[in-house]
């Protein structure tokens, strides 16, 4: 693919198509409609806050990125992004005649009402920003938007681009930004051009030929509690081992832990090969890093059989797998899974999301220093369902250890799949391990 398309600078000002189809199922069948944020809230509590000052740099925010402002449409059951008149979505709350003890649990509960509560998708926008005065140095800024135009990398660069504008604001200054090289509605029409376009069909016939491999499951499951999360950690000891071992066969620690995956999943899986989905940024190229959109997807990874039961030949087999999937990144996820579906194939496999970091970090050299305050509890509603897969699996590299939590999907859970899962990492990055062995055990 030539990724030179993406540089272009047009603007639209017409209805885009988004390729996150059953993002929008799951949104308008109301599976997920008061899911406003998809997580992707951030909340400081900061010193001292000017709140005029912040209601212009959001304004500012706003006309440089006209997506903010956008609502969504539905057109023959696919989501279309329309814009709409750029707005700072600003509420301010003044807490600060309330006694300190009310204050703080009040600010607590309003902080839940602002993020919780749920966008107008089809009115926009789709997104809202908030701040909350608690007393004389007493602040607490919030930023809400919605995860159809916004994933986790564009929050980052809106709440940078925000500090960087408010600092500027009270300084009395122009700030100083990166020009907006490509916006998100124009990255959807080019991405829709090609991938209807001759290259585009060609890589997409390739996808349905290499996944034609992928195999049926076949679990034991335990339905009484097939929709419970599991949190666990692994301790200080097993995530050095993770860490010498993706040293020691030069990969990363991701794909040390996707390959523990695969190792587990081959007895499960109807064939030789093991199938997986891998959560990605969505920005393989660098002209796609500033892009304020929610560019995040999934990648099928294909692992087939490998030459023995090193776990050292799984990670190997496992880090081509990846590249290869990367090389057809542009084909997005509910693409192949239509254009599977239409050849008769099935596409269920596990998920696995891998976070480098457990914080979110924006960057920015401010005057608004990060602060964690309390928050509420999402309401039930806006928690994710069971996978649709065999499982869901999320991790957090948090520095000293490895962290995360698993959804078990929804026709079941995978027998002890954290003790399996634990077994084959301790095994095999420990010492050369016959895996299967281990999985078996």
Partial sequence: MKHAIFQHTDELTGPVRSYRASAWRGLR????ATDSANGLNFVR???RLDMAALERALEHLARRHP????????RDGSAWIVRGEPTAAFSPRDLSNTPPAEARALAVEQTGDLIWSPLDVGRGPLWRSFALHLGKDEHRWGFVAHHFIVDRVALRILIDEAMRIYAAEI???LPELPPVSLSYEVYLARLGAWLESPEGMSQRRWCVDHLSRIPRWV???DHAQAQDREYFILDEDLTQAVRTCARRCKTTVFIVLLAAQAALLRSYSTSDYVALKVVTDGRETSELRGVVGNLADRLFVLVGPTADDDFGAVVRAVHEACLVARRRAFVRFDIVQADLAAAGLPSAAPVFNFHPSGRLQTGAQGPLPAGDPILPRPPRTTQPSASSGPYWLEMHDRGTVLSGHVRHGATGRIADFLSAFDAI???GCGAPARVQEIAHA
């Fill in 29 to 32: 069948d109301g599976a997920v």
């Fill in 45 to 47: 509590s900061v010193p």
């Fill in 67 to 74: 997506v903010l402002a956008a609502r969504l449409e539905d």
């Fill in 171 to 173: 300084g009395g200054r």
């Fill in 219 to 221: 679990l034991p499951v």
């Fill in 425 to 427: 990492l301790r095994a």
